[in-house]
């Protein structure tokens, strides 16, 4: 029988959607393995006796993947290749109930804060002395810093305050200890998370303080590189740019959702921020660092988006040019505000949409890149794949953006965590080529 290769104690991980879930992955893993359990992130092997996914709820594409691999795993329990299935996360939290319903034959289900109750079920203890200890399953010379959970903006197209709740900022002397506990395992780069790093300190301090925590957290020895992920426009600090500018730890990079080019699409999201103001923004945060590397997200196909809103998006993305850009097509979601208008441009067209503005987006990142060529840039060494050493320059993100690549030859050889001089010597639309030079 198969179930007698299944090691006792051994849980095997599975992590869907965003870098937040990543981080609570980790954190779950650690307090599993300080519980003696043998932990796997994502094995492949199917000798884990228990299984663990933890789900993404955000849109439709991510929950049907999230519903498909809780579908595979409960499958391979019947068939006896795993004994126990457990379900967390924000598409548990969301749709706890109807799950239960629809697939009875998962162990159990738990939300976005219920470690502890997730932990006991397994007959494991909560411990509290492990806060901010986790088992990396990002390469070790990266990690995700979750610096606040939970959102308190009212964007009517999101379901993230539905699953993960208000927002909560992590203290900053807790946010520095976990850096410096990152660093001694030899972390090097550090990328904030949160739903919202700009309304960071406000519930705490009574004031936005993402400035200072960034000054705080560039004090921590063997931390090369800082990078910001999602940001929000409306009411941006500007005194992150200039610690941006004035401390080379800081990376010249910023993440930040832009949503949409038009105002009247912009109003009807509930952004808090019109047109006008996100280009004047913009042209500020360039104006002080020309250099920086700005990333956006956009969605097409909002309840009520005409041609013309679309054309002025569009329209507006040629005139920004944006170093990086992801969009996204509109997903109704449930309980939320714009789940109250009808869903009134059809699939195919958001699609359309979706794909004129990715096609345009390549055409400036193809000629952002070859702008690049003869340049030297600081490289950190991520992966070997083939015949290549693959990296990325501070102005891109794992996973998402750009990477560098330099062929291997008998007098190249680059460690994995290593920072080299890259000179760039030829382009594509979303990659760099380059030889390393002293």
Avoid at 51 to 66: H, R
Avoid at 282 to 289: G, L
Avoid at 362 to 371: H, K, P, R, T
Avoid at 394 to 412: A, H, Q, R
């Amino acid at each position: 029988m198969k179930t007698k290769t299944l090691k006792k104690n051994k849980i095997n991980v599975i992590t869907l959607g965003c870098s937040k879930n990543i981080f609570d992955s980790e954190v779950m893993m650690a307090q599993l393995k300080a519980n003696n359990f043998d932990v796997d992130h994502e094995s492949e092997k199917n000798d884990a006796e228990i299984v663990i996914i933890n789900t993404c709820g955000f849109i439709d594409n991510a929950k049907e993947e999230s519903i498909n691999t809780i579908v595979n795993y409960v499958e391979a329990k019947k068939e006896g290749l795993v004994d126990k299935v457990y379900v967390s996360g924000c598409l548990s939290e969301r749709y706890k109930d109807d799950l239960k319903q629809e697939l009875p034959e998962v162990d159990a289900y738990f939300g976005t804060r219920e470690l502890p109750q997730l932990l006991k079920t397994l007959n494991a203890n909560y411990k509290h002395e492990l806060v901010g200890e986790r088992l990396l399953t990002t390469p070790t010379h990266y990690a995700y810093l979750k610096i606040a959970e939970g959102c308190d903006r009212p964007c009517s197209f999101c379901a993230i305050p539905l699953m993960r709740g208000k927002h909560r900022s992590t203290p900053i002397e807790d946010l520095v200890k976990q850096a410096e506990q990152l660093a001694k395992k030899g972390v090097k780069e550090i990328m904030l998370i949160a739903q919202d790093l700009t309304y960071y300190g406000l519930d705490l301090y009574k004031k936005r303080e993402l400035a200072k925590l960034l000054n705080e957290l560039s004090k921590v020895d063997g931390i090369s590189w800082i990078r910001l992920h999602y940001a929000y426009p409306s009411g941006f600090p500007m005194d992150v740019i200039q610690v941006m500018k004035n401390n080379p730890k800081i990376c010249n990079y910023l993440d930040i959702p832009l949503q949409h080019g038009s105002s009247k699409v912009l109003k009807a999201m509930r952004r808090g921020i019109d047109r006008e103001k996100t280009v004047k923004l913009i042209e500020s945060i360039r104006n002080e660092i020309p250099n920086i590397a700005i990333r956006t997200t956009l969605i097409a196909g909002y309840p009520g988006e005409n041609q013309e809103d679309f054309d002025e998006m569009y329209d507006w993305v040629k005139e920004m040019r944006f170093d990086r850009l992801g969009i996204f097509a509109y997903s109704h979601e449930e309980n939320t505000h714009a789940y109250n208008f009808e869903d009134d441009v059809p699939s195919k067209i958001k699609k359309e949409r979706t794909e004129k503005i990715m096609e345009l987006q390549a055409g400036i990142s193809f000629e952002l890149n070859e702008q690049k060529i003869g340049n030297t840039y600081k490289v950190l060494i991520d992966r070997v794949e083939g015949e290549f050493f693959i990296g990325r320059t501070e102005y891109d993100s794992p996973e998402v953006d750009n990477e560098v690549l330099i062929k291997k030859d008998s007098e190249t050889y680059l460690r994995l965590g290593d920072f080299v001089n890259v000179e760039i010597t030829s382009s594509e639309h979303f990659d760099l080529f380059g030889k390393v030079v002293a």
